[in-house]
């Protein structure tokens, strides 16, 4: 059974950096569009960065523009969340997706993670 889960979540001060990765088990995932999406208590999930199979096309929502960068290596069934300079408001389970289609909505995704804690102090 195809399943991604997530590691790297946790407590880190206001101006630091976390490296989220997501493995894929059961499949490949190298012709799927990946992305990495957050809910944070009492909000909505949102979009947060997305990246089509072979990493030519990367798309990141505007509060995280110049701060996050996605990546993936397809020969290891992974996929990366680099996160730079993270403020408070960053705090959130981060979940990672995979689909088929060229979109970032949630409605979209054909695969999720469980999802990773990160919590940001200030």
């Known amino acids: 059974q195809a399943q991604l889960v997530e590691s790297g979540g946790g407590l880190v001060q206001a101006g630091g950096s976390l490296r989220l990765s997501c493995a894929a088990f059961?499949?490949?995932?190298?012709?799927?569009?990946m992305g990495w999406f957050r809910q944070a208590p009492g909000k909505e999930r949102e979009f947060v960065a997305g990246?089509?199979?072979?990493?030519?096309?990367?798309k990141y929502a505007e509060s995280v523009k110049g701060r996050f960068t996605i990546s993936r290596e397809n020969a290891k069934n992974t996929v990366y969340l680099l996160m730079n300079s993270l403020k408070p408001e960053d705090t959130a389970v981060y979940y990672c997706?995979?689909?088929?289609?060229?979109?970032?909505?949630?409605?979209?995704?054909?695969?999720w993670g469980k999802g990773t804690l990160v919590t940001v102090s200030s």
């Open positions: 997706a995979a689909t088929s289609r060229l979109s970032s909505k949630s409605e979209d995704m054909d695969y």
């Open positions: 059961g499949r490949t995932f190298s012709s799927y569009h």
């Open positions: 990246i089509v199979w072979n990493g030519g096309i990367r």
